[in-house]
């Protein structure tokens, strides 16, 4: 375990239909770098994850809802994919406007595969340059965005992967962001 991220709060928010190596590999690699990770949803209980979208993978406790956070709790923001994920999350206005504050506040946010999908319902990546899985990137592009094919990609405070394959340059980027940000001041 390294230190760089001790003290910081990241949340992950997900909902049923998450991409389970999307969810855990992220979440391992912020913890191990000494960060504590929440997983917010849009319900309590727990989540269903999925293996390629089609087999079901492990169910994960929800350590919060989204409509009980606030951008303030947190250092940063992931966003993993799974189709099912983001068409959940897209579909839900406090998860949406959630996701808008974290990108306007300029902390650090990753999103993977067809998690950008939920960065598009927030409008929120005009004019940015950013990748993803390969299904979504006319949708990208249709809101505004310059979309690249490479293995991870920052703009800003946006850090994004393509796909699975990817995720170890995308948690390494990650980790290196966050610990590059400045820590959120809390109360």
């Not at 929800?62 to 994919?81: H, I, K, Q």
Request: aromatic residues 4%; proline residues 5%.
């Amino acid at each position: 375990m390294t230190d760089e991220l001790r003290g910081r709060r990241v949340a992950i928010l997900a909902a049923d239909g998450v991409e389970q190596v999307e969810l855990d590999q992220p979440r391992a690699a912020l913890a191990d770098a000494g960060a504590d990770v929440e997983l917010l949803s849009t319900h309590g209980g727990e989540i269903q994850a999925m293996n390629h979208d089609i087999d079901k993978g492990d169910r994960y406790p929800v350590d919060r809802e989204v409509n009980g956070a606030a951008v303030d709790d947190y250092d940063a923001l992931v966003l993993p994919g799974g189709t099912i994920n983001p068409d959940n999350l897209r579909s839900d206005a406090t998860a949406v406007g959630f996701v808008r504050d974290f990108v306007g506040s300029g902390k650090p946010v990753g999103a993977i595969c067809h998690g950008p999908w939920t960065l598009v319902e927030a409008d929120v990546v005009r004019d940015r340059r950013l990748t993803s899985y390969h299904s979504i990137r006319t949708d990208l592009r249709n809101a505004g965005a310059e979309v690249v094919d490479e293995e991870v990609v920052v703009d800003g405070n946006l850090v994004t992967s393509r796909q699975p394959k990817d995720l170890p340059a995308f948690t390494s980027k990650l980790v290196e962001q966050i610990a590059a940000a400045e820590p959120a001041a809390r109360t």
